[in-house]
């Protein structure tokens, strides 16, 4: 892909990402619904999160990730629904550092969203393959999660069964390389990284601690390297 095609691809990511989720981010938290806690359970309410703490997190976050998705997917048709998943994520992510849930009411809609991005996205270039191939990835994902989830319930919390869908989804639109990387570089951050905060005791060894930023960082590490690495595994 020619570089000034790339450099425009992630200008454009910047600058539609970054003020998108600095404005949706703190929108969202006033407006989505508290989830049902289990008895004992606490956490910070959504509306008290809504500040500009929240506002610069998402926004800065999102800008980031829109410039690199970018330059690595220029003209891509799957381009529109990672710059979607870029400003979704960055809200999700903050969302679940802080409070350690991962919300329905934001992930649900954003497989109807997503899934419509990719679908113009195929029917743009004709890549019909892509939409079947995301389709299977994304069964495939929810399925990997929910059985982690089932088998390690407090290991993985049923907000990353939601979110594994649609990353696997969109991952398994641009390949198999991008979807097994993406979801590999989650589990290896989460699993060395959490290893390190629980020695650290910033966690306890039976606390949850949100997964969900670490699937989010694995699927744009997928994004950027999960083709060459296909590439250069298969030869």
Avoid at 9 to 21: M, N
Avoid at 69 to 90: D, F, K, M, R
Wanted: with cysteine; net charge positive.
């Amino acid at each position: 892909m020619p570089a000034d095609h790339a450099l425009l691809a992630a200008s454009a990511g910047v600058v539609l990402c970054g003020p998108a989720a600095y404005l949706l981010g703190p929108w969202l938290l006033r407006r989505i619904p508290e989830p049902i806690l289990e008895e004992g359970e606490t956490k910070p309410l959504y509306a008290e999160l809504a500040g500009q703490r929240a506002a610069y997190w998402c926004g800065a976050t999102a800008a980031v990730a829109g410039g690199l998705l970018g330059w690595s997917l220029g003209n891509s048709p799957a381009l529109v629904a990672w710059l979607i998943l870029a400003v979704v994520g960055s809200v999700l992510g903050y969302i679940d550092t802080r409070t350690r849930y991962l919300p329905s009411a934001i992930i649900w809609p954003s497989y109807l969203v997503v899934g419509l991005a990719l679908v113009a996205g195929s029917a743009v270039s004709g890549e019909w393959g892509s939409l079947r191939r995301a389709a299977i990835a994304g069964v495939i994902g929810f399925g990997v999660f929910y059985v982690l989830w089932y088998v390690f319930p407090r290991g993985v919390g049923f907000g990353d069964v939601r979110l594994s869908g649609l990353l696997s989804m969109a991952l398994g639109w641009l390949g198999w390389g991008e979807l097994v990387t993406g979801l590999y570089g989650g589990f290896f951050l989460g699993a060395v990284i959490g290893i390190v905060l629980t020695l650290a005791k910033v966690f306890k060894r039976r606390q949850l601690f949100p997964f969900g930023p670490f699937m989010l960082v694995g699927a744009l590490v997928g994004v950027l390297v999960g083709g060459p690495l296909e590439r250069l595994y298969l030869g």
